[in-house]
């Protein structure tokens, strides 16, 4: 059984502020490089043997973090990016909220397509195809893919069932972690979900 370790990155100057999507040359900020440094603590005795990423470099930069401790280097999976929101990108978000397609992304995400951008849906498939192949290739190891809140919000949804338009009832803080075990056969099981306190035991507690 697979134990996919799906961990947000770090905050930065943008973080709660702006829709930041694939906006480039946006990095941690001192705040989330303490935050990454503190994840990387966290799971330094966790029996991990990969760190994947998106290829954004908030992404990459708190993967590296994560990685350093286990002597790995990060490979970069564009399925676990974060969603393109097109014309969306990099906007203020109190600016976004006072748009009507606002409400169809908080009550019904599965039917939002952002203009110029893709469609929920269409994240959430390729982010949980990104996952899947990333367990089949790993069997029965540890492995942490860094990615964004909305990305690993869908992926937890689609592996517990849960329909897209209840995604966001759940919430994913910066540099959290949630453990996905994904066997090759039964169904998925969460360990933790949107955790930022300690991980008890030598090896991460929660099979980490």
């Given at each position: 059984?697979a134990t996919l370790v799906l961990v947000r990155h770090a905050t930065t100057a943008s973080t709660g502020r702006r829709l930041g999507g694939w906006t480039p040359g946006v990095h941690l900020d001192s705040a989330g490089e303490a935050q990454a440094e503190a994840t990387a603590a966290r799971l330094a005795d966790a029996p991990i043997t990969a760190v994947y990423s998106s290829?954004?470099?908030?992404?990459?930069?708190?993967?590296?973090?994560?990685?350093?401790?286990?002597?790995?280097?990060?490979?970069?999976?564009?399925?676990?990016?974060?969603?393109?929101?097109?014309?969306?990108?990099?906007?203020?978000?109190?600016?976004?909220?006072?748009?009507?397609?606002?409400?169809?992304?908080?009550?019904?995400?599965?039917?939002?397509?952002?203009?110029?951008?893709?469609?929920?849906?269409?994240?959430?498939?390729?982010?949980?195809?990104?996952?899947?192949?990333?367990?089949?290739?790993?069997?029965?190891?540890?492995?942490?893919?860094?990615?964004?809140?909305?990305?690993?919000?869908?992926?937890?949804?689609?592996?517990?069932?849960?329909?897209?338009?209840?995604?966001?009832?759940?919430?994913?803080?910066?540099?959290?972690?949630?453990?996905?075990?994904?066997?090759?056969?039964?169904?998925?099981?969460?360990?933790?979900?949107?955790?930022?306190?300690?991980?008890?035991?030598?090896?991460?507690?929660?099979?980490?």
């Amino acid at each position: 059984m697979a134990t996919l370790v799906l961990v947000r990155h770090a905050t930065t100057a943008s973080t709660g502020r702006r829709l930041g999507g694939w906006t480039p040359g946006v990095h941690l900020d001192s705040a989330g490089e303490a935050q990454a440094e503190a994840t990387a603590a966290r799971l330094a005795d966790a029996p991990i043997t990969a760190v994947y990423s998106s290829p954004l470099e908030r992404t990459r930069e708190t993967a590296r973090a994560v990685a350093r401790p286990h002597g790995l280097r990060v490979r970069t999976r564009r399925g676990l990016g974060e969603v393109d929101y097109g014309d969306w990108t990099d906007k203020p978000l109190g600016q976004l909220r006072r748009r009507k397609a606002w409400a169809v992304v908080q009550a019904t995400p599965s039917r939002m397509a952002f203009p110029g951008g893709e469609t929920i849906r269409g994240a959430q498939a390729r982010a949980v195809d990104a996952t899947e192949a990333l367990a089949a290739e790993h069997g029965d190891e540890t492995i942490v893919c860094v990615s964004h809140a909305d990305v690993i919000k869908a992926v937890v949804a689609h592996h517990l069932g849960m329909p897209l338009d209840t995604f966001q009832r759940l919430d994913v803080a910066p540099a959290s972690v949630t453990l996905l075990h994904l066997p090759a056969t039964g169904h998925p099981v969460l360990g933790r979900f949107n955790d930022t306190g300690p991980l008890p035991g030598s090896n991460g507690g929660g099979g980490a």
